[in-house]
């Protein structure tokens, strides 16, 4: 079940984790994933499809577009796109409850020669431009047009193949022209690509549907236009970011868990930074085991940048971290304008923080004292679960359906290693509890 984000979380923070828990499919491929399924005249079966809510209102669009989807089992899908219709009305509100709704506008331009799609929406990190998306698409051969809120996309002439650099290797650029280029007379080369997983993934998807998509997960990826994609089945991979959610979760609560269904070679970039801090993670092939018993957390430095780097996606999640460290910590954000919302929140709890735009000077205060926060985007929002869990005393946390939109089962996963997260949700008079994790995980 998709939960819809109602209500808040009562957290009970102080226990020690132990135990197990499994990480899903990843959010940001499987929205490429799904873009992908787009592109094919063909059936698509999707495993492993993780139960959130951005997926849900991804498919939602297929579905508004004329795309068949059966559930065939959890995050187990067959897409069926071979009678969408680019020209369908969609409701705009829809393309604005996520960034990757522009992935539409590359798929259909890709298949259709033409587009309309409505601006995308997604967590508030400051300007979110996607210059480079169009830049992309305007040098493969298309016109676009930007205005009340919609973007149009048309290659009267068809599309070409050429060769595009990025300024910057932008994760949603990169997929987004991969998408138009499909079916592109020729080959496309983008220069500059964006490495990160689920590049790759997305490119692995695309190959298996018969694309010709090669250099994925480098800097350079070419892209051989083909005649048509006729389907086939994918799996997708791990989330890097809910692994390593956890993986800080454990590392702040202290405890010794095992993190499974992983792939660990993807989390180097975030494991490599909590080792530092004094954390214990061990390679167990297809899983990792984290270990935090009795050492405090060490002061540390992080960067965040385009992978291999350390992913501006667990920002949040190692600088709440570092509030509990000995020690003074700097936190430089390179990839978004405006990513530390989440200061105040951590300021309710005691943490000692400074910021100008780019860096978070952190001076670590040992404990945090519960109170009562917000989640001011999905990140954040795992952050302050991992802040009320390490934090003295009952932690309310408000706006959770950030949090739903990238984290499947959240609390039955933290359940079953034995934190005490609850959902509850505002009533006239009273807090009405409406699942607990020990119901929850029976
Ligand atoms: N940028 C431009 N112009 C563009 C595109 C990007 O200036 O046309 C800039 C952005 O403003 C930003 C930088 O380039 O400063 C990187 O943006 P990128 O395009 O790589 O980000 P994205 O594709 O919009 C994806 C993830 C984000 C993640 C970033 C960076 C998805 C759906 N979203 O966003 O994930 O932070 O890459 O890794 O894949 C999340 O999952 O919580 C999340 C926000």
């Not at 304008?337 to 001076?363: C, P």
Request: hydrophobic share 45%; aromatic share 6%.
């Amino acid at each position: 079940m998709i939960l819809d984000g109602y209500g808040k979380y009562s957290i009970i923070g102080g226990n020690r984790l132990y135990g197990e828990l499994s990480i899903s499919g990843a959010k940001n491929s499987a929205v490429a994933v799904i873009a992908a399924a787009m592109t094919v005249n063909g059936l698509c079966h999707i495993d492993n499809m993780p139960q959130v809510r951005d997926v849900e209102i991804l498919l939602q669009i297929l579905q508004q577009l004329g795309a068949e989807i059966d559930v065939i089992g959890d995050g187990d899908y067959m897409i069926d796109c071979r009678n969408i219709d680019p020209d369908a009305a969609i409701d705009q509100e829809l393309y604005g409850q996520l960034r990757a709704s522009y992935y539409v506008l590359g798929a259909l331009l890709g298949r259709f020669g033409h587009a309309r799609v409505a601006m995308p929406g997604g967590c508030d990190f400051g300007t979110r431009p996607i210059d480079y998306h169009i830049k992309g698409f305007e040098a493969l051969g298309a016109e676009v047009d930007i205005g009340g809120g919609w973007i149009d996309a048309n290659a009267v002439d068809g599309l070409r193949g050429t060769r595009i650099l990025l300024d910057y290797p932008s994760v949603g650029a990169t997929i987004n022209i991969i998408l138009a280029a499909i079916y592109a007379e020729g080959l496309t080369i983008i220069e500059n690509a964006a490495m990160e997983p689920h590049i790759v993934d997305f490119a692995n998807c695309l190959n298996a549907m018969g694309a010709e998509v090669r250099g994925a997960g480098t800097n350079s990826i070419r892209i051989y236009g083909v005649n048509e994609l006729r389907g086939g089945s994918y799996t997708i991979v791990p989330d890097q970011i809910e692994a390593g959610t956890y993986i800080a979760l454990v590392a702040g609560t202290g405890g010794d868990v095992i993190v499974r269904d992983v792939i660990p070679r993807h989390l180097v970039c975030i494991t490599s930074k909590l080792s530092e801090m004094g954390v214990e993670i061990e390679d167990l092939g297809d899983a990792v085991r984290v270990r935090r018993e009795g050492r405090p957390i060490r002061r540390a430095n992080v960067m965040t940048g385009p992978y291999p780097g350390f992913p501006t996606d667990m920002q949040p999640q190692v600088a709440t971290l570092l509030t509990l460290a000995r020690g003074t910590s700097f936190v430089t954000e390179t990839v978004w304008d405006s990513r530390f919302q989440y200061v105040d929140q951590l300021q309710r709890m005691g943490a000692k923080i400074t910021t100008d735009a780019r860096t978070a000077v952190i001076e670590g205060v040992g404990r945090l004292k519960a109170a009562s926060i917000a989640a001011t985007d999905l990140r954040s929002g795992a952050a302050m679960v991992i802040a009320g869990l390490c934090a003295d005393g009952t932690t309310l946390l408000d706006n959770i359906w950030h949090i739903e939109r990238g984290y499947g089962n959240i609390i039955a996963k933290l359940g079953e290693i034995g934190a005490d997260i609850t959902r509850v949700v505002d009533a006239p008079r009273n807090l009405i509890e409406l699942r607990t994790h020990r119901e929850s995980v029976a």
